[in-house]
């Protein structure tokens, strides 16, 4: 096996999009991307401004409350080369949802921003495979491991077999073949609330076929989804733990996650 060598980015600009809920209850998540990011030789800051991108409000039906949140997105990263997120969700959002949103506000100025900062926007592994070249990140991670593709990432941003692109390419891995992979989890945000039986049932199907793998590991590039299937997990004692695509790349022989 020939030796990791780290791409040379620094002259990148990259910034952390670390989303609202990442840093509120998955904080190791971002903290994740940015030892990830580094060792591959980029330039990363988190702007300190930076805040929630408007989703939950545009899913919910309230577009016209996500307008200064578009604006202050588009203020806050209109400077960076790339802004590089650990979330489909978001980046699907920013993506998609945002020009319409510029749109809806009648604000020509605001949809040309718009337009300026959304081809800078990377989901995760989109930035590694795409922007920086690389499948193989310098990871060593000697576990069981299945991957769940989430909706977002699947069938909004299309990202693919990237992410395994890059777990395969980890050392010590041994990556299996989750049954009924790409179907949902049954999360989708206020769905989960708003239809929990149908979302619980879609879960504990997901759940289930995660268990038949025997893995001792469920990634995937979204916490929201790994927390729903988790909370099935653990409630039912099956000792598997999620983790988030960034912490297995994160992971070396001398800094490891797990």
């Not at 489909?88 to 900062?117: K, N, T």
């Not at 991670?141 to 395994?164: A, K």
């Not at 395969?168 to 708003?194: H, N, S, Y």
């Amino acid at each position: 096996m020939t030796a990791f060598t780290a791409p040379i980015a620094a002259d990148l600009k990259v910034a952390l999009f670390a989303t609202c809920f990442n840093d509120t209850m998955w904080p190791e998540t971002p903290k994740a991307v940015v030892r990830l990011l580094e060792r591959l030789g980029c330039r990363v800051e988190f702007p300190s401004a930076q805040t929630c991108c408007g989703q939950m409000m545009t899913n919910t039906g309230y577009a016209g409350e996500a307008v200064p949140l578009v604006r202050h997105f588009v203020d806050v990263f209109e400077e960076y080369d790339a802004v590089v997120a650990p979330s489909g969700s978001c980046v699907g959002s920013v993506r998609d949802q945002h020009p319409m949103i510029a749109h809806l506000a009648g604000d020509p100025g605001l949809a040309s921003e718009v337009e300026g900062v959304r081809p800078t926007v990377y989901e995760l592994s989109e930035f590694l495979v795409d922007v920086l070249g690389v499948t193989d990140v310098g990871a060593y991670f000697p576990h069981r491991v299945t991957y769940h593709p989430t909706c977002h990432s699947l069938r909004m941003l299309r990202v693919g077999d990237r992410p395994l692109q890059l777990l395969r390419a980890v050392e010590g891995i041994d990556l299996v073949e989750l049954p009924g992979a790409e179907e949902c989890c049954g999360f989708g945000g206020t769905f989960a609330m708003k239809n929990s039986d149908v979302s619980v049932a879609m879960g504990t199907d997901k759940a289930a076929h995660v268990v038949e793998t025997d893995a001792e590991v469920l990634v995937a590039g979204d916490n929201s989804c790994l927390a729903h299937i988790g909370g099935i997990l653990g409630r039912q004692r099956t000792g598997i733990r999620t983790m988030h695509l960034a912490e297995i790349l994160a992971s070396t022989k001398e800094h490891p996650t797990w």
